[in-house]
């Protein structure tokens, strides 16, 4: 299930074009609010499935209908839309309430009024479907590099990013229902015709508290297992989702 939260901006937002770890503790910070053990245990220490550990939200990009971009800044002149997902019932409530309880949002120094929150229609989900990226989707592995095992950041014509893709899913769905999936076919793919049109200008470069991220603004398909397509909606394709990368809408 996922959130919609509208803020009005007044005569205008700006905030730094790398924003994402200011979203990230507004997340926190209302959890922290309405239960702060819960938001400890999310915080250090998450959902365990395969020796890998998941929070098991993901929020995407603030968008609006009027914003620009100068320099290092991005600056936001019309109501901003922004979503936050998960399929853990209680991380959903603990941030409702606060969300509800002082009906607004801290961001770059200011206090948005909330005009609006909705719980979007659930999609019928199938065994393929076509999304498009609300954030950036973020694939990582480890490959060798001069004897060294380094962090790699899949591109999308990478040839092991669709496993990559439904692996990732496949722990996610065991750190939610504690078990595999009956069904744990999965197939992903970018939309080679967007990127051709786009001539391959689809990577995206976000600086996360210092870190690099690479990640990838492309429509997609993916086919197979219901139930993994449906995590993947409601957590997140990828890596590194709770630092707002990987949500994805029909």
């Known amino acids: 299930m996922r959130i919609k939260i509208l803020a009005d901006v007044g005569d205008g937002l700006t905030l730094p074009i790398n924003y994402n770890h200011l979203l990230t503790g507004v ?4 959890l922290g609010e309405s239960n702060p053990e819960y938001a400890s245990f999310l915080h250090n220490e998450g959902y365990l499935a395969a020796e890998k550990r998941f ?15 100068t320099g290092d800044k991005i600056h936001f002149g019309s109501t901003l839309t922004w979503y936050v997902s998960s399929p853990v019932e209680q991380f959903l409530s603990h941030f409702a309430d606060t969300l509800l309880t002082e009906g607004g949002l801290s961001l770059g120094h200011r206090e948005l009024r909330i ?39 899949c591109r999308p014509d ?15 769905h065991e750190a939610i229902l504690g078990r595999a999936p009956h069904d744990d076919t999965l197939s992903f793919a970018f939309d080679k015709a967007y990127i051709d049109r786009r001539q391959g ?11 690099k991220i690479k990640g990838v603004m492309c429509p997609f398909r993916v086919s197979g297992s219901v139930p993994l397509i449906q995590i993947g909606y409601e957590c997140g394709f990828g890596d590194k ?8 809408e029909v």
Request: with cysteine; proline share 3%; hydrophobic share 40%.
């Open 158 to 172: 990478d040839p092991a990013l669709s496993d990559l893709i439904r692996q990732n899913l496949m722990r996610k």
């Open 27 to 30: 997340i926190y910070r209302f």
């Open 115 to 153: 005009k609006d929150v909705t719980i979007p229609r659930i999609p019928r989900f199938q065994s393929e479907m076509r999304f498009r990226c609300l954030s950036a989707i973020v694939m990582t592995t480890t490959r060798e590099r001069e004897g060294k095992q380094v962090m790699h950041y």
């Open 201 to 211: 200008r689809v990577t995206r470069l976000i600086d996360y508290k210092g870190i």
């Open 241 to 248: 989702n709770s630092a707002g990368f990987g949500m994805a």
């Open 55 to 69: 929070k098991l939200f993901t929020f995407s990009q603030l968008m609006a209908e009027r914003r620009r971009i």
